[in-house]
């Protein structure tokens, strides 16, 4: 089955950085990447979202971008906010199933 | 829209009983999911319902049953709980699997 790996797990940036967290994944067939932000106690919140047909997608200070060749996606935070400080996963889409990464603790110091 | 509800919020069972989790689709969804997150890890993929049929089942053991209804609410049971069943269970939907909303889980506690 797909396995999806992020790098790093914990990462820390001033308030005001830009941040990235890189995720692999195994399977060339999967066809769909979200992220999702996760707040301590709460519930993951889909973030924004990459189909396999799009190299990039921005949405205000979010951006994803896939590189299918080389089988990985990455989530960009620009200008970082405190309330951006939660945990955040990548998923990968294979055979009708998302598969999580084990989740990048994210912390802005303001 | 209440988007994706789940009952209850939290429970507490001892080994070898049996739970019953329920899950209610946001509106206009007609795919449920059902993962269990550890703590400190991502979400674990359990099974897919849709049209009332799993779809797609991940590593669990059969213990985990799950029933999705006309309506396209859905029910997770599992039996013969043991003390490492204890987890988040979170219920998503989606149309067809992209775009997965998640309802706030059900924290389950096994004694």
């Known amino acids: 089955g797909e396995n999806v790996e992020q790098h790093p797990s914990t990462l820390s940036v001033q308030e005001g950085d830009s941040a990235v967290i890189k995720c692999t994944y195994s399977?060339?067939?999967?066809?769909?990447f979200p992220w999702y932000k996760q707040e301590l106690g709460k519930r993951p919140q889909l973030i924004i979202d990459i189909r396999s047909n799009v190299g990039e997608k921005k949405d205000q200070r979010i951006a994803v971008t896939l590189n299918k060749t080389a089988k990985h996606f990455s989530l960009h935070i620009t200008e970082t906010q405190p309330e951006d400080s939660a945990v955040y996963f990548c998923?990968?889409?294979?055979?009708?199933?998302?598969?999580f990464g084990k989740g990048n603790q994210v912390v802005v110091i303001p | 829209d209440a988007g994706v509800t789940q009952s209850p919020t939290h429970l507490i069972k001892t080994r070898g009983q049996q739970v019953t989790l329920r899950c209610s689709p946001k509106s206009g969804h007609d795919t449920v999911s059902w993962y269990q997150q550890a703590l400190g890890q991502g979400p674990q993929f359990i099974f897919q319902?849709?049209?009332?049929?799993?779809?797609q089942r991940g590593n669990f053991p059969d213990r985990f049953s799950g029933h999705q209804f006309p309506n396209y609410s859905s029910e997770l049971n599992v039996n013969a709980l043991l003390l490492g069943d204890s987890a988040l269970y979170l219920c998503a939907s989606s149309v067809n699997g992209f775009n997965e909303f998640f309802g706030p889980g059900t924290r389950l506690t096994v004694l």
């Open positions: 998923a990968a889409r294979g055979n009708n199933r998302l598969a």
């Open positions: 319902y849709y049209e009332e049929e799993e779809r």
């Open positions: 399977d060339s067939a999967s066809n769909y």
